[in-house]
């Protein structure tokens, strides 16, 4: 099979034991971080993702949220998030994903994030454009902060992250912008500015698995990411993330790092 069609089954397979649990009878547990919950769909989501992928390609690698695998010497990693915004899902509130993505090298050639209680199949690959639910999609064309909509998040360490995101919120919002956002689903926040419903997304300290799929949806949607000063992100460690539509990137930049602490 083509790594494209395995990488859109594997997300449906995580969405559809999110569709068994959620508003379920679990009971989540915490992780290190008093704020970040763990649920047997995690899990679950996750070993059923594996497991399929093996089944195709027994020597590649995985990079996963919730375990961590033996490394072959495949140049092959798959990079996944088996329950994007579990936070959400443990609440009952419908808004979180499956995000997967297929890695060669350092190079991303596929991703998908599926968002069972919509039914929203986003997903792209290498040169090949972006799609929602097989329709095309494209950024959008907002030029000024004035024009725009954003989104962002907030890390789970309640020190000077959340107040460094906090001050740009509040500049954002003197710039006159639409509106800010908080859903709770990095990579959804990435799918949304390449289906153009936002302008722009910035977070703190995002993992692989956060944007691996969204960073190559956006990208292939006529978007950029980078880091906070404008840099590409490596796949082997955390990163700081500002994704836009290209036009306003610049902007975001300068706003964001006004606020950043010294």
């Not at 899902?89 to 069972?116: E, M, N, Q, T, W």
């Not at 001050?167 to 153009?196: Q, T, W």
Request: charged share 25%; proline share 3%.
């Amino acid at each position: 099979m083509e790594y494209l069609d395995i990488t859109l089954r594997a997300a449906k397979i995580a969405g559809e034991i999110h569709k068994k649990y959620f508003r379920g009878d679990f009971k989540p547990r915490t992780k290190s971080a008093s704020f970040d919950l763990l649920t047997c769909a995690d899990i679950e989501a996750e070993e059923a993702v594996v497991s399929f992928i093996r089944k195709h390609f027994p020597r590649h690698n995985f990079l996963a949220e919730e375990n961590k695998y033996p490394t072959t010497d495949s140049e092959y990693t798959w990079v996944i998030d088996p329950l994007d915004g579990t936070n959400n899902f443990a609440c009952g509130l419908p808004i979180f994903c499956s995000s997967v993505a297929l890695v060669h090298k350092d190079r991303v050639l596929s991703g998908a994030v599926y968002d069972v209680t919509r039914k929203e199949l986003f997903y792209a690959q290498k040169d090949k454009g972006a799609f929602l639910n097989g329709k095309p999609i494209r950024v959008n064309t907002a030029s000024k902060l004035r024009q725009s909509m954003l989104i962002t998040g907030f890390y789970y360490s309640r020190g000077r992250e959340v107040d460094e995101t906090l001050k740009a919120v509040k500049s954002f919002l003197f710039k006159h912008i639409l509106g800010i956002r908080r859903l709770g689903a990095a990579a959804l926040d990435l799918c949304y500015v390449a289906s153009g419903r936002a302008a722009g997304y910035w977070e703190f300290e995002l993992s692989p698995w956060d944007f691996a799929a969204g960073k190559l949806i956006v990208e292939e949607a006529g978007g950029r990411v980078s880091g906070r000063l404008g840099e590409s992100m490596p796949l082997d460690q955390r990163h700081f993330i500002v994704a836009s539509n290209g036009r306003i990137h610049k902007d975001m930049l300068k706003v964001i790092n006004s606020n950043r602490t010294k």
